[in-house]
């Protein structure tokens, strides 16, 4: 906990203001840098069709992509909407036990669920998403827990910023009411996607662009967040074993992600009836069985300040890297 007279301008009377000068100000909880590898999960109604991307939706009626076009029109009847995949995800056989265990297994320190993905069907009872919502409709429960009011999240994790500017998500209010008041305030830290521009400039860690690998050491605290399926963050069917990482390509990430500063989210889509494909499972377990014997190099590890001396002459700011272009690991690193 900072003090008054150390934190400076934005900082009143112990609270964050709802500026970003404020909001910045306030220190990293320990365990998020600790941690260094999470799983990510997206689920939801988009998992039914399962087929191109999770951005079904808008592929289909928004940008009327052939493929999606296609795809509904030979495989269900005329007139089918979106809002009718409903009733089929239907969640039968999420034991969310069985997955924390196999994130438990995995290595992973924390994970993020896309309890409201942009179709804006809620993982839980949400009454601003009344009957769209997985208690009104499909598996006609609480995927996230047994008291709407007692969800306790360690990370907000943000996305659609590039839809309209901070102030119209009222983005910094939020973030005030988080850090300050609410039942999380000493323990939870949020992404960057705030808003237009915000991404890469504000936020407890920064996640810049899916996939972000910057391959350098980097000044503030950043996540590389990328699908073991390289084409899709959502269940796909049609997936080919050659879409998927490798465990060598994912290992390949983790080593050079946490070198640089960031942490690792390793994203699977679970299917419409709730289970993680196994070939997704072996790619955990494959990942655990690493973290088993090399875990000690990761966790809680300070990458070395030096480290990229060979490269580049010090430290750079992420305003001065070379954009978001993800870079080929170098194949030696491990
Ligand atoms: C599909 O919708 C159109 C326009 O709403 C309507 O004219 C048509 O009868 C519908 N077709 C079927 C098979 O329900
Ligand atoms: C979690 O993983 C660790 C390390 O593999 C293992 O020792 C422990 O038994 C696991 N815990 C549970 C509850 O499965
Ligand atoms: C933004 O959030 C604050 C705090 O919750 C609230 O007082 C204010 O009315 C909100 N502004 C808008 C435009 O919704
Ligand atoms: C978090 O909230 C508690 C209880 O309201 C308060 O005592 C504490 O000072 C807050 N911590 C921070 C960092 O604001």
Same mark, same amino acid.
């Not at 699977?268 to 289970?275: A, H, K, N, S």
């Given at each position: *906990?900072?003090?008054? =007279?150390?934190?400076?301008?934005?900082?009143?009377?112990?609270?964050?203001?709802?500026?970003?000068?404020?909001?910045?100000?306030? @220190?990293?909880?320990?365990?998020?840098?600790?941690?260094?590898?999470?799983?990510?999960?997206?689920?939801?109604?988009?998992?039914?069709?399962?087929?191109?991307?999770?951005?079904?939706?808008e592929h289909w009626q928004g940008?009327?992509s052939q493929k999606y076009v296609?795809? *509904?029109?030979?495989?269900?009847?005329?007139?089918?909407?979106? &809002?009718?995949?409903? @009733?089929? +995800?239907?969640?039968? +056989?999420?034991?969310?036990?069985?997955?924390?265990?196999?994130?438990?297994?995995?290595?992973?320190?924390?994970?993020?669920?896309?309890?409201?993905?942009?179709?804006?069907?809620?993982?839980?009872?949400?009454?601003?998403?009344?009957?769209?919502?997985?208690?009104?409709?499909?598996?006609?429960?609480?995927?996230?827990?047994?008291?709407?009011?007692?969800?306790?999240?360690?990370?907000?994790?943000?996305?659609?910023?590039?839809?309209? +500017?901070?102030?119209?998500?009222?983005?910094?209010?939020?973030?005030?009411?988080? +850090?300050?008041?609410? @039942?999380?305030?000493?323990?939870?830290?949020?992404?960057?996607?705030?808003?237009?521009?915000?991404?890469?400039?504000?936020?407890?860690?920064?996640?810049?662009?899916?996939?972000?690998?910057?391959?350098?050491? &980097?000044?503030?605290?950043?996540?590389?967040?990328?699908?073991?399926?390289?084409?899709?963050?959502?269940?796909?069917?049609?997936?080919?074993?050659?879409?998927?990482?490798?465990?060598?390509?994912?290992?390949?990430?983790?080593? *050079?992600?946490?070198?640089?500063?960031?942490?690792?989210?390793?994203?699977?889509?679970?299917?419409?009836?709730?289970?993680?494909?196994?070939?997704?499972?072996?790619?955990?377990?494959?990942?655990?069985?690493?973290? =088993?014997?090399?875990?000690? =190099?990761?966790?809680?590890?300070? @990458?070395?300040?030096?480290?990229?001396?060979?490269?580049?002459?010090?430290?750079?700011?992420?305003?001065?890297?070379?954009?978001?272009?993800?870079?080929?690991?170098?194949? =030696?690193?491990?």
């Amino acid at each position: *906990m900072c003090l008054l =007279a150390v934190c400076g301008v934005g900082w009143s009377e112990g609270r964050y203001e709802p500026e970003w000068k404020s909001l910045d100000s306030r @220190p990293l909880p320990p365990w998020y840098d600790e941690a260094k590898v999470g799983i990510f999960l997206h689920w939801g109604v988009f998992s039914v069709p399962s087929f191109g991307s999770e951005w079904f939706w808008e592929h289909w009626q928004g940008s009327k992509s052939q493929k999606y076009v296609d795809f *509904m029109k030979n495989n269900y009847p005329p007139n089918f909407s979106y &809002q009718d995949f409903g @009733p089929q +995800f239907t969640a039968e +056989f999420y034991d969310p036990k069985e997955w924390a265990e196999l994130f438990n297994a995995s290595g992973a320190r924390y994970v993020v669920l896309t309890t409201k993905h942009h179709e804006g069907f809620t993982l839980w009872p949400s009454k601003h998403s009344w009957g769209w919502n997985s208690l009104d409709v499909g598996p006609k429960r609480d995927l996230l827990g047994e008291s709407v009011n007692n969800y306790q999240p360690d990370v907000i994790w943000s996305d659609g910023d590039w839809e309209a +500017f901070d102030k119209y998500w009222n983005a910094t209010h939020f973030l005030a009411w988080l +850090f300050n008041d609410s @039942p999380v305030n000493e323990t939870v830290v949020v992404n960057d996607r705030w808003g237009r521009g915000i991404p890469c400039h504000h936020g407890s860690f920064y996640t810049c662009a899916d996939n972000y690998n910057p391959g350098i050491l &980097q000044p503030h605290k950043w996540e590389n967040c990328l699908p073991v399926d390289r084409h899709s963050w959502g269940f796909r069917r049609e997936a080919k074993l050659a879409d998927l990482h490798t465990i060598h390509d994912l290992l390949t990430q983790l080593a *050079m992600t946490v070198s640089c500063g960031g942490n690792i989210l390793i994203n699977v889509g679970p299917t419409r009836d709730g289970r993680i494909v196994p070939v997704m499972e072996e790619r955990l377990r494959q990942m655990g069985s690493w973290l =088993a014997i090399n875990g000690e =190099a990761i966790y809680g590890s300070k @990458p070395w300040a030096h480290q990229n001396d060979t490269l580049t002459p010090g430290h750079l700011t992420v305003s001065q890297l070379p954009g978001r272009a993800r870079i080929q690991p170098p194949s =030696a690193i491990l």
